[in-house]
T-cell receptor
Framework: GENVEQHPSTLSVQEGDSAVIKCTYS??????FPWYKQELGKRPQLIID?????GEKKDQRIAVTLNKTAKHFSLHITETQPEDSAVYFCAASTDKLIFGTGTRLQVFP | SAVISQKPSRDICQRGTSLTIQCQVD?????MFWYRQQPGQSLTLIATANQGSEATYESGFVIDKFPISRPNLTFSTLTVSNMSPEDSSIYLCSVASGTGAQETQYFGPGTRLLVL
């Protein structure tokens, strides 16, 4: 079955800097790659997603890139703000989401 | 996006007992899923709740321990049976909303379970 690896497990950045989180997946049939943000005590919230027919997608300060050949995808957050601090999860899907292990992002003012 | 509610939001249970968690969606959805999130960990898929048929369980999860019902397209239940402290976790209902290229997956608020 699908296996998703996510790095780094923790990431600390200064406010205004960029943050990059990387994931790799094993099942070449996966065709949908969402990213979720989970604040403490809250449910995971979808922040951006990308499908296999697209190489890059951007939404304001957030962008995701996908390399299907290498089977990896990345989340890029620019101009980070303290409210970006949370745990971020990547996932890969054919018919069900398999999640990465999560990245705890801390943005220091 | 679909509005998802879960009941109870939290519970404290004694070992050996069972708890049934309810998930209600405000619109009909084809796919409903149940996840477990242990403290400080990622989300692990327990099973896909199929309407009108038995749930499809992931490796490591069995029907006797986690029976699931899906009587219609807006409602599902997950029961955690014969609980032990290792079952202490957050249980999340999730639904796939939208169609085709617009389909995305959303999560309910979760049920926090503590087993003593």
């Amino acid at each position: 079955g699908e296996n998703v690896e996510q790095h780094p497990s923790t990431l600390s950045v200064q406010e205004g800097d960029s943050a990059v989180i990387k994931c790799t997946y094993s099942d070449s049939a996966s065709n949908y790659f969402p990213w979720y943000k989970q604040e403490l005590g809250k449910r995971p919230q979808l922040i951006i997603d990308i499908r296999s027919n697209v190489g890059e997608k951007k939404d304001q300060r957030i962008a995701v890139t996908l390399n299907k050949t290498a089977k990896h995808f990345s989340l890029h957050i620019t101009e980070t703000q303290p409210e970006d601090s949370a745990v971020y999860f990547c996932a890969a899907s054919t018919d069900k989401l398999i999640f990465g292990t999560g990245t705890r992002l801390q943005v220091f003012p | 996006s679909a509005v998802i509610s879960q009941k109870p939001s939290r519970d404290i249970c004694q070992r050996g007992t069972s708890l049934t968690i309810q998930c209600q969606v405000d619109s009909q959805v084809t796919m409903m899923f149940w996840y477990r999130q242990q403290p400080g960990q990622s989300l692990t898929l327990i099973a896909t709740a199929n309407q009108g048929s038995e749930a499809t369980y992931e490796s490591g999860f069995v029907i006797d321990k986690f029976p699931i019902s899906r009587p219609n397209l807006t409602f599902s239940t997950l029961t955690v049976s014969n609980m032990s402290p290792e079952d202490s976790s957050i249980y999340l209902c999730s639904v796939a909303s939208g169609t085709g290229a617009q389909e995305t997956q959303y999560f309910g608020p979760g049920t926090r379970l503590l087993v003593l």
